[in-house]
């Protein structure tokens, strides 16, 4: 019978990359919620972020969260309008939900390609 040391090990060596600071495409390091956290961070991307830009992130009322439709905007902006909304648009504020690291990690998740995860 084989020993559960190696699967303890890799399963240790992903939860540590998990929640390990990762650097963004601005240089700027982001700090990794919890497991549960992104658990819940993913739900809120799809379906309440999705109700509004479609529950494959592909456009509807809001446009697309693709990693290739944001690709040209900067990091700061989407975590801006993530936070604040986008006065005049029926994008609405997620401040009350949603702290700027969490913002920063779903930002990072949507131009790593979110939208084909679940």
């Given at each position: 019978?084989?020993?559960?040391?190696?699967?303890?090990?890799?399963v240790?060596?992903?939860?540590?990359?998990?929640?390990?600071p990762?650097?963004?495409?601005?240089?700027?390091?982001?700090a990794m919620?919890?497991?549960?956290?992104?658990r819940?961070?993913?739900a809120?991307?799809?379906?309440?972020c999705?109700?509004?830009?479609?529950?494959?992130l592909?456009?509807g009322?809001?446009?697309?969260?693709t990693?290739?439709?944001?690709?040209?905007?900067?990091?700061?902006?989407?975590?801006a309008t993530?936070?604040?909304?986008?006065?005049?648009?029926?994008?609405p504020?997620?401040?009350r939900?949603?702290?700027?690291?969490?913002?920063?990690w779903?930002?990072?998740?949507?131009?790593?390609?979110?939208?084909?995860?679940?």
């Amino acid at each position: 019978m084989a020993s559960a040391a190696p699967v303890a090990a890799a399963v240790l060596a992903a939860t540590l990359a998990l929640a390990a600071p990762r650097a963004t495409g601005e240089g700027r390091a982001i700090a990794m919620p919890d497991a549960p956290r992104q658990r819940e961070l993913v739900a809120l991307l799809h379906q309440d972020c999705g109700s509004c830009h479609g529950l494959r992130l592909t456009g509807g009322l809001g446009p697309p969260l693709t990693s290739d439709a944001l690709r040209a905007k900067s990091e700061e902006s989407l975590v801006a309008t993530i936070l604040s909304g986008r006065p005049g648009t029926a994008m609405p504020p997620w401040r009350r939900f949603v702290s700027e690291p969490e913002a920063r990690w779903l930002v990072a998740r949507m131009l790593a390609g979110a939208s084909r995860e679940r």
